[in-house]
């Protein structure tokens, strides 16, 4: 594969090209701009605010988000016009059904600590009846949000008789297909790929997790209605001592994934709260596996990062696409910072010169930076640069990731004393779950 062979010159240009370019989609000041002119020519239009939503039937975030919308309307002078779509494309989940087995466990994981309800069920819906939730929505017309939160309701509790009830007039599947095509090419345009999603004046926002993002932009707008606390606020206990329970943190990361990278930080401040270990394990690129990831997941999950990145001070946004030979060139490194306890240390300087700094991850020059830059010495390390004593250790992480049933960095799993989990969760999304559990763990000991 030429992806993973020594970039020559015009690699080299290439990379450079994509990363002045991202520089400029990422600029905060470009962003600040480009939303001020989107809402001049809103008022010169004389539009009114409108969230454009995305639903999902059988999409457990989706079914989390109609219930905050009516809550969104009533704090907000803003409108919300909701669109049926069907599930991702292949290109945008490579994993669909560890995608749909994941978020089931996660929403009902998550809703309790944003006041939300989600049904105590271990079954996804089948093709039949969420056929059937469609159909009833496209042949309410006008659905709202009611709607959808009684059709979820209905379809987790797999009560395909009740939804029938509620069709008024039965749609055929090229209007069923019509519609759903026609708003996924709606969703496509303003450049998503998934259910539960808002778009406001051309930012996505998706699921629960980045709603307080768009509170935030509302609010600046002047739009709230009142001085209420914020529609998405989510519970946490508080802890008055906190105790050593000898816990560990597993981490499977991925040099290539923006959002490992910035779960480092957060990690390595939960670690140091709670006296935990933190084991990193590396794993290859999705893509170095076989998977595909479409333009509009790239791009939204690179702007995305650059907004968590901003929200936490991680410097973020001059980019290098390390994958392939910038990739194994750092993992063949690895094992050599490991023996010498600095893999934490190691693998944060990779990737902030990677996604921060602009540095090119495959140059002798800048893999030599990075070692020194941790107090090692580059002679020891360089007699390892390029060996391959890392891919039967990657091997055995990937089989790892796929039978805790996830499929993309970072996951982090969470496991006591004895080395049992007891809790595993994806994304940098879920630190704040991790030390929930923890929480509740030591609330148990004496």
Known sequence: CSETMIPNPVKWLELELKRILMGILLDTERDKRAKKKREQKRSREGRNHVIYYFHQVDDPYSHLCAQVIPLVKENYEIEV????????????????????????????????????????????????????????????????SED???????????????IEE????????????????SNSQLRKKFGHYLGGIFVYEGECYWGIDRLPLLEKRLKKLGLRKNDGPDVVERKSEEMKEVKKLDLEIDVLWSARSPY??????????????????LNYKIILPMVMRGMKVSLEKRTYITKDCKRIADQNGIPFGNIV???????????SLYPFAKRHGKEEKYLWAFAESVWANGKHGYLEKNLKNIIESIGLSWNDAKKELDSENWKNVVEKNKETLFKLGKWGPPTIILK??????????????????????????QTCVN
């Open 81 to 144: 016009e909701s669109y049926l779509v069907p599930p991702p494309t292949k290109e945008a989940a490579p994993q669909p059904d560890l995608l749909m087995r994941h978020s089931l466990d996660d929403a009902k994981s998550i809703a309790p600590y944003y006041g939300l309800e989600f049904p105590l069920v271990n079954d996804l819906p089948n093709n039949e009846i969420t056929r059937i939730a469609q159909s009833a929505l496209i042949s309410l017309k006008d659905y709202t």
């Open 148 to 162: 959808l939160i009684k059709i979820g309701n209905l379809l987790w509790k797999n009560n395909l008789s009740g």
């Open 416 to 441: 006591n004393k004895e080395g049992k989990e007891e809790l595993v969760v994806w994304g940098q999304d879920r630190i704040w779950l991790i030390e929930e559990r923890i929480k509740m763990m």
């Open 260 to 277: 490992s990278y910035l779960a480092m930080k957060p990690l390595s401040d939960l670690a140091k709260k709670y006296h935990l270990n």
């Open 166 to 181: 509620i069709i008024t007039s039965m749609p055929n599947d090229d209007v069923i297909d019509d519609v759903l095509s």
């Open 321 to 331: 696409d390390p994958l392939g030979y910038a990739v194994e060139r750092c993992y």
